[in-house]
């Protein structure tokens, strides 16, 4: 580049610069907005009840206390609730994941008959509300014995439409190239899902495994429809039984209901490097 | 050819075999009973006598279905494009970052995803609250200085839970598209880059057509998700005029659930069932039009 | 299997008077050092009922849905019956999510022959039981084989819990109201607090209106209700128009003749109060405790389940001098909604609960009823007449001073459509609640009610 090309080019870059820090201020500061409500939330919950319905905005609380969390610890049977919350959560997420990875790559890639008949079939599962389908799902589970056991609270929970339409759309969208140069070379199906489709979609198995184990948290409906005592309760169902008081109870709802997210959350917050890195893994088109 | 042909049948096969299965019990045979179902008075659970299209017709009467109908594709209107503008805009941002900052506004972004409805619901109900929600702070100023009830003034409804839902739901959206935007070569924005094209010529040459893909996808995904939504306007309504804001899928919890009408709950899931597939295709469409150009 | 009669269920008075030491010893809460007293006695009760478990002959699956303040107490009186019975009989409760999801899973549950062995139901909800075959009949014979006989109980809540078959299908164990309460403090300022420290010249309409405009200052309203809440709406609602001798549901018809000029009298009045400022508008449940227990409001409108709530507040030293006592005649006559938990026998087909632990149930019935002193500690007024009648709970402050509502209450109407989460709760939402609170014309609420709940039943 001639002298005055370059001179353009660091202007050029200069502005970008001051652009660029502009739209990271206000990322940041849009994110800062985003978490505020969780902040407040939580802030408010290490609040004794009655400065939580004082007028004016207090954004640190003046008489810290753990009070409010108190009670459901050491009252409830939540240990057992986290713990079959665990159990009941990790096997969906890993059957879902691995059933719809293979189901995904055999309608993206594969020919069968009555390929197009399962996808149809597949959207058509996403476009049924689940309300229209659990008494059944209760019956069957009842059918097969595995009402109040968690088993039977994993089941229904296997039918993941969203999963297997993100795999297969994000395997349509691997370059043909890979597929034919691994094909010459000899490679046969399974090669190619676990070699090549897989490893370059890392990035949204790791969205899918959590969006997943997520959603089997946080499930309600079914879980306290399949299950009839504590024991097989999982947090979201137990939670809703805990003894407390009526009347202005701000505070310790909030902490209840904090309490049954907080696992999950934590163990994102903790593990957020991994997360980010395992989606941020870039597939990469070399060349 | 043919045996590499009975080969890939043969793979499909053992690929879709539990899936089918799991498939076959839990979804195909519940469906078929639900549609058995819609043409009968049963109850919530145990068999009904044969009515024909009744409940048919008695939907096509129900003023409240018809504006539970009109309610939900208010709401979806409302929710499903904002939200994956703003999934797509959010992880542009954080595509941009770097190190712990990075890390911070991702997980600021995320963080609601992980909650369950009901934390949602009481943080947001806290927030809002009439009479203690630190929000009336910003909202009196233009009102004369009152408090405003946000969940319990109907035309306020439907927008406030909407952004509600934003807020919970956009941890979806932003990772789709960051899985998508890592896969755009980043050689192609340097290149851009050296040839002087500003930030918005490379967005709108490079990163649209490119990520067009996942944005059908969580358009498609959030529409149909969005057209089934229940649990956040059923808690905010709750005890309120609930009439006024219901959604189809409150229509059929109500009709199953609280007054044990299981034949009718399950005529409403079909129709539905159509309408939500009718869009699903009508986008589908539009979307593939314009991809094409 | 050991009858309960040879458990040392005596004298009915002497068990009074240990629920009545037990009511007291509930109104503890936790302090701090509390806590770690909770941890290990947890931790020991954890084992001692899985041991206990090992040995009890009997086991009673119980299933409420009294999470709250009554969970409490409830909890507590099923710990006492365990002890009582260690060895022999043992109830292993779980409380389920209140409303809609509790009676959907009721329901599910016994079509397919699963469920507890008793349960607790609102009366309110019964019609929908009864018609979805939930729950099962009692008979005459079995009830007096295990001491429950109807004379013990008031004539309209034991008939509250009948079908339209005229079988008993639940036997009540308490009745529940919306009471008054009130501010001493704020009261006597305005000159209407009595010498015996009660409100006086509440009644009638004009009396009434009165005292809320002089109540009403710059620093407090004269009455605090949930008026963003349809459940309280309703509450009052039914009350007003009690009052008025006004009927919901007669012969099938909704607010039929006269009874609909009651209603809208009944909402043009709730929106009085509302426009007059006396009372705030659209306030949520939780707020509108907080607006009386700041002392921002003098009256506060309730149930009276929130009674433990104002006894825990003034032990702690931060509650004024407060009472509570029924809703006054502001109409023709005293009147007040009520509602009642009752105990039934879920009806599980293909596996019913057998003659032996059917009567098992009955006897365990009849024994929480016999205690159910303690479970007026939670602001209900038992249903079982001997209790209700006796002594000690006349004596129980400030349940008794509240309690000649049972001689007025009424029911809500026998129907499918009515009861906790039912439409009936959901219709005075949609309509009576705007109308209170300015949004709509009363007549046109009340009308728009009729037609709704009327369309709805068939």
């Known amino acids: ?143 097969f014995h595995l009402i109040n056991t968690l088993a039977g609270v994993v089941g229904p929970q296997l039918i993941a439409p969203v999963t297997v339409i993100i795999y297969k759309q994000f395997f349509d969208s691997v370059p043909k190239d890979f597929r034919e140069a691994a094909v010459i070379d000899g490679a046969n199906n399974f090669h190619l899902l676990f070699r090549i489709y897989l490893p370059m979609n890392w990035g949204v198995t790791t969205a899918l495994g959590i969006i997943t184990f997520i959603g089997a948290w946080n499930l309600f409906l079914w879980p306290f429809l399949a299950v009839t005592s504590q024991e097989e309760m999982n947090v979201s169902v137990g939670i809703t039984q805990v003894f407390d008081a009526f009347g202005v109870k701000y505070a310790r709802d909030l902490a209840t209901a904090i309490l049954a997210a907080m696992p999950v959350a934590i163990v994102y917050l903790i593990f957020q490097r991994r997360v980010t890195q395992a989606i941020m893994l870039s597939a990469g088109i070399k060349g | 050819m043919l045996k590499s042909k009975r080969t890939e049948i043969a793979v499909a096969l053992v690929l879709i075999s539990p899936f089918l299965l799991i498939y076959g019990v839990l979804f195909i045979y519940p469906t078929v009973k639900m549609v058995q179902l819609s043409f009968t008075n049963a109850p919530l659970i145990g068999a009904g006598e044969w009515v024909g299209i009744k409940n048919f017709q008695r939907l096509s009467f129900d003023r409240l279905f018809i504006s539970a109908i009109w309610n939900t594709v208010y709401f979806v209107v409302l929710s499903v494009i904002p939200s994956t503008l703003l999934g797509l805009v959010v992880a542009l941002g954080v595509n941009r970052l770097k190190g712990w900052v990075q890390s911070f506004v991702l997980a600021a972004f995320f963080l609601p995803y992980i909650l369950p409805v009901s934390v949602v619901f009481r943080v947001w109900s806290w927030m809002f609250d009439k009479d203690f929600g630190i929000a009336q702070n910003l909202i009196a100023p233009f009102n004369d200085g009152q408090h405003i009830s946000i969940f319990r003034t109907v035309p306020l409804f439907m927008p406030a839970v909407a952004f509600v839902t934003i807020w919970w739901l956009l941890g979806f959206n932003v990772l789709l598209f960051i899985a998508g935007l890592r896969n755009i070569s980043t050689e192609i924005y340097e290149a851009a880059a050296l040839d002087g094209a500003s930030r918005w010529t490379q967005f709108r040459r490079i990163t649209w057509p490119l990520i067009w893909p996942v944005t059908v996808l969580v358009l498609t995904i959030q529409l149909i998700l969005q057209l089934k939504i229940f649990d956040q306007v059923y808690l905010f309504a709750n005890g309120g005029r609930a009439d006024a804001t219901m959604v189809v899928v409150q229509y059929i919890y109500k009709q199953a659930f609280q007054q044990s009408h299981g034949g009718l709950a399950a005529a409403a899931s079909l129709v539905l069932f159509v309408v939500i597939a009718a869009f699903s295709i009508l986008q589908f469409q539009l979307l593939r039009a314009r991809g094409a150009t | ?294 002392g921002k409001a003098a009256f506060h409108i309730n149930g009276v389940w929130e009674v433990p709530t104002m006894v825990d507040l003034a032990k702690k030293g931060q509650l004024f001098d407060w009472g509570a006592i029924q809703i006054p005649a502001i109409y023709a006559h005293p009147a007040t909604w009520a509602d009642s938990h009752a105990f039934s026998i879920p009806n599980r087909q293909g596996n019913p609960v057998d003659p032996a632990k059917r009567k098992l149930v009955l006897d365990t019935i009849h024994w929480f009823n016999v205690h159910s002193l303690e479970w007026a500690g939670g602001g209900h007024i038992p249903a079982f007449l001997p209790v209700q009648n006796s002594a000690a709970f006349k004596a129980l402050k400030p349940n008794s001073d509240y309690s000649s509502l049972a001689t007025t209450a009424v029911f809500d109407p026998v129907s499918v459509l009515a009861g906790v989460a039912s439409p009936v709760y959901d219709a005075a939402g949609n309509y009576v609640l705007p109308a209170t609170n300015g949004e709509m014309v009363p007549a046109d609420a009340a009308k728009q009610m009729r037609d709704d709940l009327q369309s709805q039943a068939k």
Do not use: C
């Open chain 1, 1 to 143: 580049m001639s002298a005055p090309e370059m001179a353009a080019a660091h202007r050029n870059i200069r502005r970008l610069d001051r652009i660029g820090l502009a739209l990271t201020l206000a990322t940041v500061l849009g994110a800062i907005l985003w978490a505020f409500p969780l902040y407040w939330a939580v802030v408010t919950t290490l609040k004794p009840e009655a400065e939580v319905v004082q007028a004016g905005v207090v954004l640190w609380p003046r008489h810290f206390t753990l009070d409010n969390y108190f009670h459901v610890l050491f009252d409830t049977k939540i240990g057992l609730w986290y713990i079959n919350s665990l159990i009941t959560s990790g096997a969906v997420t890993l059957i879902v994941v691995v059933m719809a990875a293979g189901a995904g790559y055999a309608i993206s890639q594969l020919a069968f008959p009555g390929r197009q008949a399962l996808w149809w079939m597949i959207l058509a599962s996403f476009m049924v509300p689940i309300q229209a389908l659990i008494v059944n799902h209760f019956i069957l589970m009842s059918q």
């Open chain 3, 1 to 294: 299997m050991v009858p309960l009669g040879t458990l040392g269920v005596n004298s009915i008075d002497a068990s009074i008077g240990r629920s009545a030491k037990k009511a007291a010893a509930v109104e503890n809460t936790m302090g701090g050092f509390e806590v770690f007293r909770k941890i290990l006695s947890t931790a020991l009760l954890t084992t001692a009922l899985y041991a206990g478990a090992a040995q009890a002959k009997d086991t009673i699956v119980w299933w409420d849905f009294l999470g709250g303040g009554d969970g409490v107490r409830m909890k507590s009186m099923i710990e006492e019956f365990n002890k009582e019975h260690a060895g022999s009989v043992e109830i292993q409760a779980t409380t389920l999510d209140w409303g809609v999801p509790f009676y959907s899973k009721v329901q599910t549950s016994a079509a397919v022959g699963q469920g507890p062995d008793m349960m607790t139901y609102h009366e309110s909800r019964m019609p929908l039981g009864v018609s979805t075959g939930s729950l099962s009949p009692l008979s005459t014979d079995e009830l007096k084989a295990s001491g429950i006989q109807d004379s013990d109980f008031g004539p309209a809540n034991w008939k509250a819990a009948q079908g339209p078959d005229g079988k008993q299908y639940g036997v009540p164990l308490d009745i529940h109201s919306i009471i008054l309460y009130y501010n001493k403090t704020l009261l006597k300022q305005a000159g209407l607090l009595g010498d015996d420290g009660k409100p006086k010249g509440l009644d009638g309409l004009a009396n009434w209106e009165a005292a809320l405009a002089k109540l009403t200052t710059n620093g407090a309203v004269g009455l605090s209700v949930a008026t963003a809440d349809g459940g309280t709406i309703w509450r009052i609602f039914y009350t007003l128009l009690s009052q008025q001798d006004g009927v919901l549901l007669k012969d099938g018809k909704f607010l039929d003749g006269d009874n609909l000029g009651k209603a809208t009298t009944a909402i043009a009045e709730m929106q009085k109060w509302v426009k007059s400022g006396w009372v705030p508008t659209k306030t949520e449940y939780p707020a509108s405790i907080a607006l009386f227990t700041s």
